[in-house]
């Protein structure tokens, strides 16, 4: 439809004059702010000014984001086992770790700050890599550089390769580090060749790949290796905002006999003080005290502090995100609704796979042309089993027997599950209930397990069975 130059100007929250001005860059010719435009025209203006509109916006965010204080960065060492990993944070925490309290020693924490200069680097310090691939996996992302760390004496291996495929997919920039220079049997050229061989042309070769060679045990390199990375840090411009809302994710936590429940978090945006109560997951709790990798209790931690705190209600799961929350209420609020959200998630698994291994059961007995159900019954007293027994009797049909291998009183046993599932047998219960470690045995083996509260709801289950085998449905 037509509109008038004004009218869409209203519509655009402009002025027309601002409007007539966009006009005449684009060449549209017009007489007033009451002259028409066509629909296209008038379409097309709005496309334009939504454009700029949205840049504005990008502008904005970035011009936001520049304003904010930098933060430091938080690196992983990831590769291949052997390669030096542990000597290389043994020998970061030894030489490069602050001034320590009189008489402290370096706690491991999961985390530690190494200082270069003014500057300051935070090494996440857990047990292989693995801590960092499931926090990638729950979606958080705790490393802003990875270490590659290669041994001269060994090349690229699979882990290797491993820790490569999770860098890239973090979308994090890597620093190779070939370790080991000081043996003499160390090739430096041949793990050079091997990382072009892996898409990496190291800068000495005319590429972009920083490669470090390191001695992670003399030391030799590890001065490099911390100014890279502060390089690779100062290119990626990471910033965070002290006064945001507190977001972090766990690095890690342990039940320890005296103090309970610790956690470390490394605290990725805001600054998380004693008294704020946070949910990580299903777990909620109340910041009581906090301390570095230096023994140093803490009142406050901003954006890339590693804390280990006291205060969870249970053990929160590393890679969980970690978030503030205003008062206890809402904390146990939200740990329940997230409680319950999995349970429900891991009933309708349990159906999905239930109605799986129904189907697979009668496919099979129609694949064998078995006209026969195989059933063991279990059930809390003799008399409901024979009662059971007796009306199942007469379910049976020409075509159809009911096949009773087993009849007992009491739960369902992981010896029931052995049994149907050599003979391809379904365990039906009336009133008692298989132990957890049953059920789970059932679901590995794809034996058809169920208990029922009412004897009819059983014989019901039968009847499908019987019916399926006659006119099958799956
Ligand atoms: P990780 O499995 O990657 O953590 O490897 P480790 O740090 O445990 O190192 C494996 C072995 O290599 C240990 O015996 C270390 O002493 C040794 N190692 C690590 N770095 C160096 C190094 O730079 N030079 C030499 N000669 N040995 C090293």
Redesign the pocket.
Known sequence: AKVRIYQLARELGMESAELMELLDTMGVEYKSHASTLDAETAEAVKEIVREQRGLEEQRKAEEARKALPHRAPVVA?M?????????????LRKTRVAEREAGGITQHIGAFDVHVGDKRIVFIDTP?HEAFTTIRERGARAADIAII?V???DGVMPQTREAIAHAKAAGIPMIFAI?????PQ?NVDRVMQDLMREGFVPEAYGGDAIVVP?????G?GVDELLEMLLLVAELEDLRADPEAEPKGVIIESKLDKRAGVLATILVQEGTLRIGDHVVAGEVWGRIRAMMNADGVRLEEAGPSTAVQVLGFSELPTAGDVLEWVPDEAAAKEISEERKEERKRREEEEAERRRVRSMADLLRQMQEGQQKEINLILRADTQGSLEAIKGILAKEETDEVKINVMLAAVGAPTEGDILLASTANAAILSFGVNPAGSVKKAAEKKGVLLKSFRVIYDLIDEVRVMVKGQVEPTY
Not at 214 to 218: F, P
Request: proline residues 0%.
């Open positions: 060492v590769g291949h086992v052997d390669h030096g990993k542990t000597t290389l944070l043994d020998y292989g760390m041994a001269a004496d370790n080991k220079i000081d043996l160390a390191i001695s992670a045990k003399t030799q």
